[in-house]
């Protein structure tokens, strides 16, 4: 059996803020999933009842270029060779992928993918001014973000 999400696959994704590129990928990845997404971008879906941990990451990546690069696998770790590419984009595509996963297996909690987040953190100060409800319940966040190089 397939399976639903290829992390090499959406790695190949080369998706700056506004990007024709984000928009495929939201679409083939978030949508099904989330539904509409929010005024400022953001993909929300909760999994149980008044969960108090919240898991996040975003929907943008640092990329120059929108387009698809290519993503090899070299002893089981992924990187991009190429001219047009200028970084694999695992921040976040690798948060997005550990989300979609975690909501397939159905654990508990709020599950946000902000979008413009490599452009001034836009998704997520949209949702601290929209004061959603379920913000009251929540106790524990969880960024799926790198932090450094490495």
Same mark, same amino acid.
């Given at each position: ?5 290829? @992390? ?21 990845? @978030? ?6 997404? #929010? ?33 090899? #696998? ?16 695992? #921040? ?7 989300? @979609? ?31 959603? #409800? ?17």
């Amino acid at each position: 059996m397939a399976e639903k999400y290829n @992390l090499k696959e959406m790695l190949s994704y080369m998706r700056p803020e506004g990007s024709s590129a984000q928009t495929r990928f939201c679409n083939r990845y @978030l949508k099904p999933v989330f539904g509409t997404p #929010d005024i400022f971008g953001n993909y929300t879906k909760i999994i149980g009842d008044k969960p108090d941990i919240a898991f996040m990451a975003h929907h943008d990546t640092v990329h120059k270029f929108s387009g698809k690069q290519v993503v090899t #696998d070299e002893n089981g770790h992924y990187t991009v060779k190429g001219a047009i590419s200028n970084c694999l984009g695992a #921040d976040c595509t690798t948060g997005v992928y550990i989300i @979609l996963k975690m909501i397939e297996a159905k654990v508990p909690g709020v599950y946000v993918v902000h979008a413009a987040e490599e452009v001034g953190c836009i998704g997520s100060a949209g949702v601290v001014a929209g004061n959603p #409800d379920w913000i009251k319940h929540v106790r524990f966040a969880i960024s799926f973000d790198r932090m450094g190089y490495s």
